[in-house]
């Protein structure tokens, strides 16, 4: 068990190391994710075939995934974006407003009731967003990007969310990176031509940091994962990953001295999101307790 919490916490940094490589990385932010999945689809396939867990799907199951991989794909490219047009807290802080979104969203899509307590924490994510663009100019054009990006990766929780009940999870990362990889593929002649890129081809150093952004952050990342499953019940590991902006954030002061380049409007509007955070965990560390809470004795 010990392990199993080890392993989750590392894939957890490994998470937050994610917008690191976003900002190191010299390449656009189209560029960063089309090589990222293409890397990505590739190890995994790799893993799998050779570990014989590739697994046959009918290709319209594969068309599936591969459908919700394109917003996953897109979501990084927005991200990338975000991070390149601001910095790594700003895009990394849009990013909470997935809950917001998915909230708004799921219900809608899956012809299902609004949760009230939900969408109230939501609004306060909402609320630090909104004061942070209000009264901070600076990183304007980044928000709107990391707010797209947050929308994108709603939606591909919601789709992500039906399919992962039918079929394996490695199959279904697999076939995700892959249609990820088709979806930015498609739109990235139009992003290179209003977003132009200096080069198309990663340098030496920008090789390595997608190499290990593809190897470390995406396929151990999901293996590290995978292997917490087995010993860890996945409401912890949901929750545990609610603390990912927080580990960005942290990584980016400390490696980028970003704290320098941050206004108090920022951490204000942080700290509402923070107990955003921590109140959806108190709510659903309630509720799981609840529904396994033994029934009394008759």
Same mark, same amino acid.
Not at 43 to 72: H, M, N, Q, S, Y
């Given at each position: !068990?010990?392990?199993?919490?080890?392993?989750?916490?590392?894939?957890?940094?490994?998470?937050?190391?994610?917008?690191?490589? $976003?900002?190191?990385?010299?390449?656009?932010?189209?560029?960063?994710?089309?090589?990222?999945?293409?890397?990505?689809?590739?190890?995994?396939?790799?893993?799998?075939?050779?570990? %014989?867990?590739? =697994?046959?799907?009918?290709?319209?199951?594969?068309? @599936?995934?591969?459908?919700? $991989?394109?917003? #996953?794909?897109?979501?990084?490219?927005?991200?990338?974006? +975000? &991070?390149?047009?601001?910095?790594?807290?700003?895009?990394?802080?849009?990013?909470? /407003?997935? +809950?917001?979104?998915?909230?708004?969203?799921?219900? #809608? /899509?899956?012809?299902?009731?609004?949760?009230?307590? =939900?969408?109230?924490?939501?609004?306060?994510?909402?609320?630090?967003?909104?004061?942070?663009?209000? #009264?901070? *100019?600076?990183?304007?054009?980044?928000?709107?990007?990391?707010?797209?990006?947050?929308?994108?990766?709603?939606?591909?929780?919601?789709?992500? =969310? @039906?399919? *992962?009940?039918?079929?394996?999870?490695?199959?279904?990362?697999?076939?995700?990176?892959?249609? $990820?990889?088709?979806?930015?593929? &498609?739109?990235?002649?139009?992003?290179?031509?209003?977003?132009?890129?200096?080069?198309? #081809?990663? +340098? &030496?150093?920008?090789?390595?940091? /997608?190499?290990?952004?593809?190897?470390?952050?995406?396929?151990?990342?999901?293996? !590290?994962?995978?292997?917490?499953? @087995?010993?860890?019940?996945?409401?912890?590991?949901?929750?545990?990953?609610? !603390?990912?902006?927080?580990?960005?954030?942290?990584?980016? &002061?400390?490696?980028?001295? =970003?704290? @320098?380049?941050?206004?108090? *409007?920022?951490?204000? %509007?942080?700290? /509402?999101?923070?107990?955003?955070?921590?109140?959806?965990?108190?709510?659903?560390?309630?509720?799981?307790?609840?529904?396994?809470?033994?029934?009394?004795?008759?």
């Amino acid at each position: !068990m010990k392990k199993a919490f080890i392993l989750l916490h590392g894939a957890v940094l490994l998470a937050g190391f994610t917008g690191v490589f $976003g900002r190191l990385i010299t390449l656009n932010a189209a560029l960063i994710s089309w090589y990222r999945l293409m890397f990505s689809g590739l190890l995994l396939l790799v893993i799998l075939a050779v570990t %014989g867990k590739l =697994e046959k799907i009918p290709f319209k199951d594969i068309a @599936r995934i591969a459908f919700a $991989g394109a917003f #996953l794909g897109l979501h990084w490219v927005f991200f990338y974006a +975000s &991070i390149k047009y601001a910095n790594i807290s700003v895009g990394v802080v849009c990013f909470s /407003l997935t +809950s917001f979104f998915t909230a708004i969203f799921a219900p #809608l /899509l899956n012809r299902k009731k609004f949760s009230v307590a =939900e969408l109230l924490l939501s609004a306060l994510t909402l609320c630090g967003i909104g004061l942070i663009f209000g #009264l901070d *100019a600076t990183y304007r054009t980044g928000i709107l990007l990391g707010i797209i990006s947050s929308i994108l990766v709603a939606f591909y929780t919601v789709f992500n =969310e @039906r399919i *992962a009940r039918e079929f394996k999870s490695e199959t279904i990362t697999l076939y995700t990176m892959l249609g $990820g990889f088709v979806g930015v593929s &498609i739109v990235l002649p139009v992003s290179l031509y209003i977003f132009p890129a200096a080069a198309f #081809l990663p +340098s &030496i150093p920008d090789l390595a940091y /997608l190499l290990i952004l593809a190897l470390a952050c995406t396929v151990l990342l999901y293996l !590290m994962v995978t292997q917490a499953l @087995r010993h860890i019940p996945a409401f912890t590991v949901n929750l545990s990953f609610s !603390m990912e902006p927080l580990y960005s954030i942290v990584l980016a &002061i400390w490696l980028f001295k =970003e704290n @320098r380049e941050l206004s108090a *409007a920022f951490y204000f %509007g942080l700290g /509402l999101i923070v107990l955003s955070v921590v109140l959806q965990m108190f709510r659903v560390a309630a509720q799981h307790k609840k529904l396994n809470f033994p029934a009394p004795n008759p």
